[in-house]
């Protein structure tokens, strides 16, 4: 079935650093992708999005681009902040309409320093 | 602005109570969802709704009923609490179609003692 893999966390980096966190899926066909973020207390919120192969999400200095060779979206972030610290979770919609559902990977955790 | 909320953020039960998780909506959504979020697990889907008193199975059923009445409401219920039923409850609502972007309350921290 399909299925969504995340790198393992928690990932600590200093404020400036550079972000990548590896996100990998398996499914049929051409799934929407997904980042979500969920800040400590709160709910998720969409981060960004990319629909087909080649697609660039991007927000809030966030990028993701769908790589359909490699079955991958990875989330990359030129200079993190400390207010970037959070749970990130990749996640995959297949299907159509009301038939489909997201699949989301474990999540990996953030954590910015000063 | 999207919203939906969740009837409590923080909850603590005893085993075997009946426990009930309120969900609403304002944005005329037609789907809702109820996940869990457990450490290490990520969220896994409950059980879902794409029509009032229309429901299917998630992908972890077992222990939980749902409820939907009116467009904008979903409930999920614990029949009987268990201890492994502790977890982060996350509702969520999405408009329908082939994007299906799906906006999420805050949670409820369900504690079962």
């Known amino acids: 079935g399909d299925s969504v893999t995340q790198m393992e966390g928690p990932v600590t980096l200093s404020e400036e650093a550079f972000l990548t966190i590896n996100c990998t899926y398996t499914?049929?066909?051409?799934?929407?992708l997904f980042w979500y973020v969920q800040y400590p207390g709160e709910g998720l919120q969409l981060l960004l999005k990319?629909?087909?192969?080649?697609d660039k999400g991007s927000n809030k200095g966030f990028e993701a681009t769908y790589r359909k060779e490699t079955t991958s979206f990875h989330l990359e972030k030129g200079s993190v902040q400390v207010s970037d610290s959070a749970v990130y979770f990749c996640?995959?919609?297949?299907?159509?309409?009301?038939?489909?559902?997201?699949?989301f990977g474990q999540g990996t955790t953030l954590q910015v320093k000063p | 602005d999207v919203k939906v909320t969740q009837s409590s953020r923080y909850l603590v039960k005893r085993t075997g109570e009946k426990v009930f998780l309120e969900c609403v909506q304002d944005?005329?959504?037609?789907?809702m969802f109820w996940y869990r979020q457990d450490p290490g697990l990520g969220l896994r889907l409950i059980y879902f709704?794409?029509?009032?008193?229309?429901?299917e199975k998630g992908d972890i059923p077992e222990g939980y009923s749902v409820s939907r009445e009116k467009k904008e409401r979903f409930s999920l219920i614990l029949e009987s609490a268990s201890t492994n039923q502790t977890s982060m409850y996350l509702c969520?609502?999405?408009?329908?179609?082939?994007?299906?972007?799906?906006?999420f309350g805050p949670g409820t921290r369900l504690t079962v003692l």
């Open positions: 709704s794409y029509d009032v008193k229309m429901k």
């Open positions: 499914a049929t066909g051409y799934p929407s």
């Open positions: 996640a995959l919609f297949h299907g159509s309409g009301n038939t489909g559902k997201l699949i």
């Open positions: 969520a609502s999405s408009l329908g179609g082939r994007v299906n972007e799906q906006f």
């Open positions: 990319a629909t087909k192969a080649d």
């Open positions: 944005m005329d959504h037609e789907n």
